[in-house]
């Protein structure tokens, strides 16, 4: 597997794509700075599950501790955007210079008129959020990843934005989940760099640090064996849309908390934490001495970490374990867990993200159907 994953090196016209990932602040540092979470979570609740109920649009949530992005350019000559890389969605999409919400005056903006390969279509899109939807309309240019071009890249100029976008960092959305759960049936950035050869391999790979501002790092076409130690603990897919696997229990000192029997869960860079069921999340965070508060918040003592337990996900006979001190984090008055409940009546009930995702070297190995995870290094 290693010698195959390295002809990336060798073959001239297709490369190892590498993203530099910034872990910025989130939305609900920038308003606690502000002074104005309590105001902003009020009225745009977290609503993780909304991502994912499928209506024919390409969904996504407002999640305010999302800290991860990279830069792209669309157009020529290129104009600059941040987006969020996300393993949720399928689309690209950047706001322009048509859209009047103040979630566009405070980022990038397209200018399709500045640009000479830019070809409008007539077909609108529509991103529905928890608390608002980002409109617009579809249409083809070059965009470039990691310094390399993508002709006839199909993607979305946002024509309004819901409120809470102005918070957050990320400029858009760059989709890497299949075509199948697309908007419009767009083809996704990743999978035209198949098409035109321009990766080595079906495969892409995330290393999240949790370092600020450096580190992390989205590889398109390459697994780097550098940022891993020991095997690749394979997991095949479930589902082709979303990268879904079978998950066996969820479990703290032996004790099953939660997907007792066995469950479906996604992996899933667009969303920050780990969401499961509600009752099951409540049994877990109980377990670790957790109280919710009225917004769904699960707090413990900031003293009580070093003695809280691991917690357990068992996934295709694989046991990953991650620590208290990565699924608790510290807010500016108290600390909280990385866990939150929701029933979203999907095919999956469990989404694996960032708090899971930071302790393994995630691979989307599209060649066949597998999630790969690996000891970091």
């Not at 859209?99 to 903006?109: G, L, P």
């Not at 939807?133 to 390399?148: A, C, F, H, K």
């Not at 409120?163 to 199948?180: C, E, N």
């Not at 066996?248 to 920050?272: E, F, L, M, R």
């Amino acid at each position: 597997m290693k010698q195959i994953l390295l002809l990336c090196m060798l073959v001239a016209l297709a490369q190892c794509i590498r993203v530099p990932l910034i872990k910025g602040k989130t939305a609900r540092q920038r308003l606690q700075e502000k002074g104005l979470w309590e105001e902003y979570r009020t009225k745009y609740p977290y609503v993780p599950w909304v991502k994912f109920v499928q209506t024919g649009q390409e969904s996504m949530t407002n999640d305010a501790d999302l800290s991860y992005y990279g830069a792209i350019t669309i157009g020529t000559p290129p104009q600059s955007f941040t987006v969020l890389m996300d393993t949720g969605s399928s689309n690209l999409w950047v706001p322009s210079v048509y859209c009047s919400s103040q979630a566009c005056q405070n980022h990038d903006q397209f200018n399709p008129q500045q640009s000479s390969t830019f070809q409008s279509t007539n077909e609108s899109i529509s991103v529905q959020y928890g608390t608002g939807s980002m409109t617009g309309y579809l249409g083809y240019d070059t965009v470039t990843v990691g310094g390399i071009s993508v002709q006839n890249q199909i993607f979305g100029l946002s024509e309004t934005e819901a409120p809470f976008m102005a918070s957050q960092v990320p400029d858009g959305i760059m989709g890497l989940a299949y075509q199948s759960i697309s908007s419009d049936g767009a083809t996704p950035v990743f999978d035209n760099m198949i098409s035109q050869n321009l990766v080595s391999q079906n495969v892409f790979s995330v290393y999240l640090s949790s370092d600020e501002q450096s580190g992390s790092m989205l590889f398109l076409g390459e697994i780097d064996t550098s940022y891993y130690t020991g095997s690749i603990y394979w997991i095949p897919l479930s589902s082709e849309s979303y990268y879904q696997i079978a998950m066996d229990s969820v479990t703290i000192n032996g004790q099953v908390v939660g997907c007792s029997g066995g469950c479906q869960a996604i992996v899933d860079t667009g969303t920050s934490l780990i969401i499961g069921p509600s009752s099951d999340i409540s049994n877990l965070n109980a377990y670790l001495g957790a109280q919710t508060d009225q917004y769904g918040d699960a707090i413990v003592s900031c003293s009580s970490i070093q003695s809280m337990p691991s917690v357990t996900f068992t996934i295709n006979g694989y046991a990953f374990a991650i620590p208290p001190s990565s699924f608790v984090t510290q807010g500016s008055s108290s600390c909280q867990t990385g866990f939150s409940g929701g029933n979203f009546g999907s095919s999956f009930s469990w989404i694996l993200g960032d708090v899971f995702i930071r302790n393994w070297y995630t691979i989307f190995n599209r060649a066949n159907s597998t999630v790969g995870l690996a000891q970091l290094a």
